[in-house]
């Protein structure tokens, strides 16, 4: 019997000591990822951040390369290039398909809903947001490990946006989407670029506001050299940035760095959005030593604001069924929170 053993012992050992070579030989799984921030702005950093404490928790098996926007491919196009393994991963606003299905606009920015992250994350999480970002994926074979937040955003602007009345005739840059249309019937003039070209068009002229992130990252970004008022504390836009990976190379993985993936992204996310939020604080508080101005809103012209969206949203239900399920669940989601009736 222990001649027995000892000959199993012996043969498993052997087979160990010609797999370690092989899997050693194979080396580490590498993915590219863009995103959609400039070098210098926090988001880019914590997903750097985010990408380092990978390869540590995978012990070396997953290694991330992050690139900023426009890297490897135009933002625009970074679905495109994860569907065809250009890069394994991307981290944008997922809006920016919302040319190959609107519902991906209303699910990860419905504006003027929400006001803390806590209360989208929670959407996503625990009210089937997050399947249903899957399910608006699928088509392209790309997976969302999982979503992260910058915060409600800001907009810088060369003339103070104190109400609603002020939107009218100002010539503002619009991503595609829910806003662009809520600016056309508040009566501004619309300009829809990518935000590599925001800081030039501000600093030509050609827009006078912009909507991009929260007070810090367009501080950050350079917006409040040129555009010195921004409205704070935000209320109109508070989107939602991916993980999303090619589904052929998430399906590769194995299970344990599946779960190590899907963790590191919760745990970027709230790393986000603390950090980012302390920026806007510091931000805010240096305002007027450095010339800059900060514009509240008050609750009775959100109201107004608000009123002109919800209209929007229920446009957007009339563009398909998926488009109109997302908006569905987040109004039901919103009337738990008593922000809508």
């Not at 290694?63 to 135009?74: D, N, Q, T």
């Not at 827009?207 to 367009?218: D, G, L, M, Y």
């Not at 980012?276 to 800059?292: C, F, H, N, Q, R």
Request: aromatic share 12%; glycine share 6%.
């Amino acid at each position: 019997m222990k001649k027995r053993w000892f000959v199993i012992v012996c043969v498993v050992s052997v087979l160990l000591w010609v797999a370690a070579p092989a899997a050693a030989a194979e080396g580490p799984i590498k993915w590219k990822a863009q995103t959609l921030w400039n070098p210098q702005e926090t988001p880019q950093r914590t997903f750097e951040d985010f990408c380092k404490k990978v390869k540590i928790m995978t012990n070396g098996r997953l290694e991330i390369e992050p690139y900023p926007a426009g890297s490897i491919v135009p933002t625009n196009e970074t679905l495109t290039a994860v569907q065809n393994n250009v890069l394994q991963a991307i981290h944008v606003w997922p809006g920016y398909a919302s040319g190959k299905n609107p519902a991906f606009a209303a699910l990860t920015d419905l504006i003027f809903a929400y006001e803390h992250p806590w209360e989208l994350d929670t959407f996503m999480h625990y009210r089937g947001g997050l399947d249903m970002l899957r399910d608006l994926y699928k088509p392209f074979n790309a997976y969302t490990v999982g979503v992260m937040f910058w915060g409600v955003e800001s907009w810088p602007s060369k003339k103070p946006i104190a109400k609603l009345a002020d939107l009218k005739g100002i010539k503002i840059r619009e991503p595609q989407g829910m806003e662009a249309e809520f600016m056309v019937k508040a009566g501004a003039a619309v300009v829809v670029m990518p935000g590599t070209e925001i800081f030039s068009a501000l600093d030509k002229g050609v827009v006078q506001a912009t909507n991009w992130a929260t007070p810090s990252i367009n501080d950050k970004t350079g917006f409040h050299q040129i555009a010195p008022f921004f409205t704070y504390p935000g209320f109109h836009s508070m989107p939602i940035g991916d993980f999303t990976v090619n589904k052929g190379e998430w399906d590769k993985l194995p299970p344990d760095i599946k779960q190590i993936l899907t963790t590191a992204t919760r745990e970027w996310c709230w790393d986000s959005v603390e950090r980012i939020a302390m920026d806007d604080l510091k931000v805010v508080g240096e305002a007027k030593s450095k010339k800059m101005t900060a514009v509240a809103w008050s609750t009775e012209e959100k109201a107004k604001a608000r009123k002109i969206a919800q209209g929007i949203w229920q446009d957007w239900k009339k563009k398909n069924e998926q488009t109109k399920l997302v908006i569905e669940a987040q109004e039901a989601w919103l009337r738990e929170l008593g922000r809508i009736k």
